[in-house]
């Protein structure tokens, strides 16, 4: 056989290469301070004709341009992409895998095909290099600011007049961790929490900042909470933040959380015990290292809630909260506790939509426990508005979701839209039994009774 090899097709190939600039890592763009910049690169993106009809694609993209902005870049996984874009369970069934991984190489093209034509012009670019999801960030406007200010930070006096308690006693914890911290700390009163303890764990341990995108990208799978799915990998990404930094607390107090979900969930008595115990050892550690941190606390609360023993669930709870009065999280499971106990005003207060959210995942579910807590005190409209806000941005959506959403219609009378929902119910979920899952998690069967009553009018056969 004779190979011909031609100069004139190799030239013409290189000079069709030439076109696309290969990228420059030396521009590259830090996605937690530009934020409004690389939203609107995103923005340009998506407002393409060549993204135009790629919904999955672009549902992909703005994903984890989201999950870099919020400082989760590390911490993307395969795994969490399929859960959070694809509403995919991949416990029992890693083949879909592959779904995610040839959709990441149609986007790396498509990327590329616009940045050759339509972005051409773009300051910014998106970039995701093969063997990874996360994307960076490329800077071609030539004016570039450096993302890290290499001033050694010293404790002073003077600039400390006028900076917050808590942002000094911060800072503190930092110094007295890394010994000094070889950078300059935000002392914006304005920054968030989640920021300042992101610097704070830096000058400790990189370690632990990745440990903790890895609990970031867990605690989103913690709901919907009756999904025995979720909590399994919640678990094993969990797992992985102990691992990376076996003295932090985030990976304890989150593993206690999906471990002690998974008992609830879990019908073999001795399988159940196990897991109390196994949580509650795992909420001991975590308030072992940080006793001041609200997250470890909230362990401490849904493993007594789940041992049965719901004042001292209400007691962790609410110290909880007052640690971490901002964390998303915690007020999440703080509204379940005050949910499931019977305190539908108490938790209709706590999942208040108005209520400023930070820290850690951008699933919170606290529209889903305000619309459930709606729903007890008798404001039906206000739950059912509550459930579909939920569900047309992204909010954990469950079986759970559509038996409030149905139970609501009929307190309506409202039947045939409440019918409706329940033949959604069971065309998506056909195995699911509300009263048996109810009766799980509410403290006392009382507590379920207007629900299933309200199934029951609307037809539902249990």
Known sequence: MTFKYSFDSMELKIQRNLKFQMPDRELTLDPERHATRVKYALDQVLASDMFGKAERLRNFLSYVVEEAIAGRSEAILGKTIAQDVYFKSFASD??????????AGRLRRKLQQYYETAGAGDDLRIHIDSGGYAPWFEDR??????????????????????????????????????????????????????????????????????????CDQARGLLFPIATIDNQILASDIFRMAINEAPDFYCGYAGLAHSLGTQALLTRGEGERDALILNSGQMAQKAVDIAPSNGWSQSAMAWVSYVSRDYDRALEYSALAQSL???????????????????????????????????????????????????????????????????????????????????????RLGESKEAHATLNQLKQSWPEFRPDLVLAVFYSSPDLSEEVISALTDAGWRF
């Open 324 to 410: 971490r009065p901002n964390d998303g999280n915690v007020l999440d499971f703080r509204g379940v506790i005050l949910l499931v106990m019977g305190r539908f005003e108490e938790a209709y207060d706590v999942s208040d939509p108005s209520h400023p959210r930070e820290i850690g995942s951008h699933r919170f579910a606290h529209r889903n426990i305000h619309a459930v807590a709606s729903f007890h005190i008798g404001e039906f409209r206000e739950a059912i508005a509550s459930l579909k806000f939920a569900s047309d941005n992204g909010d954990p959506v469950s079986a759970l979701s559509l038996v409030f959403l149905a139970a609501s219609y009929q």
């Open 141 to 214: 406007s030539g004016t570039i600011q450096s993302n890290v200010d290499h001033t050694p930070f010293r404790p002073g006096l003077p600039w400390l007049i006028g900076i917050p308690a808590v942002t000094i006693a911060i800072i503190a914890l930092a110094y007295v961790l890394g010994g000094r911290m070889e950078q300059v700390v935000d002392l914006n009163p304005k920054t968030s929490a989640r920021s300042l303890e992101r610097q704070a764990l830096s000058a400790k341990s990189p370690a632990a900042v990745q440990a903790s995108n890895y």
């Open 94 to 103: 890693d083949g879909h895998i592959n779904v995610v991984r040839v959709d």
